[in-house]
């Protein structure tokens, strides 16, 4: 059974920063597409980073580039994503997600998500 099992999200300061953590199991992690999504309260689910298998391509959506990174440790089955300078925009439930196959947006087409990590960024 997959599972992945996010952590590090918490209560910061406008321009603090994050390490959240999402630790994979059940599934060949080396071949699998990982990527964050956030939702907050009365809004869609969005795509704000993801990582190819080869760790060598990555995507972030307008609003978080430049201030997010995300990475992969494969000998963990791990991924994770920086949040630096983080703004009151930024607080949401963060979740882990993971596809096969090509890199999309739309959250349906990602097979298996985490239960999710909350962000929350004070003004």
């Known amino acids: 059974q997959v599972q992945l099992v996010e952590s590090g999200g918490g209560l910061v300061q406008a321009g603090g920063s994050l390490r959240l953590s999402c630790v994979a199991s059940g599934l060949d992690f080396n071949w699998a597409t990982m990527g964050w999504f956030r939702q907050a309260p009365g809004k869609e689910r969005e795509l704000v980073a993801a990582i190819i298998w080869t760790g060598d391509s990555t995507y972030y959506a307008d609003s978080v580039k430049g201030r997010f990174a995300i990475s992969r440790d494969n000998a963990k089955s791990t991924v994770y994503v920086q949040l630096s300078n983080l703004k009151p925009d930024d607080t949401a439930t963060y979740y882990c997600?993971?596809?096969?196959?090509?890199?999309?947006?739309?959250?349906?087409?990602?097979?298996?998500w985490g239960h999710g990590t909350q962000v929350t960024v004070s003004s």
């Open positions: 997600a993971t596809k096969t196959g090509a890199l999309v947006q739309a959250p349906e087409r990602w097979n298996y």
